[in-house]
């Protein structure tokens, strides 16, 4: 993991993805919507920090994904990151569709998604991420996960995203190190037998992990759950050029050491509603159209 200051985060993310360095910090401090809205206003608490949505909007422009997949809606701050970018001058329109369970914020009469402006291509669905993921054909460029962040849910959804994203494509989830989900996101992805890497910013408390699927179609123990139990990193791993970055988040070490709570029994899941589309601004398209 690298805690460090935003330009060094995103040289070490640029170095990860084989992304040009120079071009990840200025499309990040370029990111028109980080710091407000699109319209206007600044961005309601849970959409990550303003760093967060500039990583965001860097990596997505970088990438120019034609399809991409956003879970968890609420306020559409990092749907609007991801289809922003796809939209700047001289750069291939892209399409997100954004998943939600949610029609609506926390009870509240703001529907999720409320700050998608109507010009970028964002197709809403409200689904629960399993069910809309195991009944979904498309394949996707970028996934960010951005859900409750339990072990289990981040764990199923990453089982099925894998399948969902094409060879060299990226997934994040946010919250990686937020210490209020005690490690569980990393905890999930690893589960599925891969190692993401995680950011965080100096002075966000939230954190990014990202990983790529390899280029040449194989993933590496793809098919191997490693270990329902939690797991310890034997040693923290520090990106940024074989400089000396202060050693990273130990509290965070601390917390995935600690047991897990015992999992709540399920009942038998019941036949599931299957995925509304509440309303579709732009095509979404196949990634291989
Ligand atoms: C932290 S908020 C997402 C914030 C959003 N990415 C943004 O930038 O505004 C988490 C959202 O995930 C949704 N969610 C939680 N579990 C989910 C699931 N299993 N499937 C789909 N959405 C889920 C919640 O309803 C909530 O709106």
């Not at 910090?25 to 849970?46: C, D, F, L, M, N």
Request: charged content about 25%; glycine content about 8%.
């Amino acid at each position: 993991m690298l805690k460090a200051s935003l330009n060094r985060v995103l040289t070490a993310i640029a170095k990860q993805l084989s992304l040009s360095p120079e071009n990840l910090i200025q499309y990040a401090h370029e990111a028109p919507y980080a710091k407000v809205t699109p319209a206007g206003r600044t961005w309601p608490s849970g959409t990550g920090s303003i760093s967060e949505k500039r990583i965001l909007y860097a990596i997505a422009r970088g990438l120019n994904p034609t399809l991409s997949l956003d879970i968890g809606t609420r306020w559409g701050a990092s749907a609007v990151q991801i289809a922003n970018s796809t939209v700047y001058p001289g750069i291939q329109p892209g399409s997100v569709i954004s998943v939600d369970v949610e029609t609506h914020m926390y009870g509240s009469k703001q529907p999720v998604g409320k700050f998608i402006p109507d010009t970028l291509k964002v197709e809403l669905v409200i689904s629960d991420a399993m069910l809309y993921l195991k009944m979904d054909t498309n394949m996707y460029e970028l996934i960010y996960e951005d859900t409750d962040h339990t072990f289990e849910s981040t764990e199923e959804i990453y089982k099925l995203a894998l399948d969902r994203l094409v060879d060299g494509g990226v997934i994040i989830s946010h919250d990686a190190c937020h210490p209020k989900f005690k490690g569980a996101v990393v905890a999930g992805i690893r589960a599925c037998g891969i190692e993401p890497q995680v950011y965080l910013v100096e002075g966000d408390s939230c954190g990014l992990s990202i990983w790529q699927k390899p280029k040449n179609g194989e993933l590496k123990n793809a098919s191997v759950i490693v270990s329902h139990k939690w797991e310890v990193p034997e040693e923290a791993t520090v990106l940024g050029g074989g400089e000396n970055v202060p050693s990273v988040f130990p509290e965070l070490l601390n917390i995935l050491s600690e047991e897990p709570p015992a999992p709540e029994t399920r009942e038998e899941d019941t036949e599931p509603p299957a995925p509304k589309r509440k309303k579709r601004k732009g095509k979404s398209r196949k990634a291989n159209d």
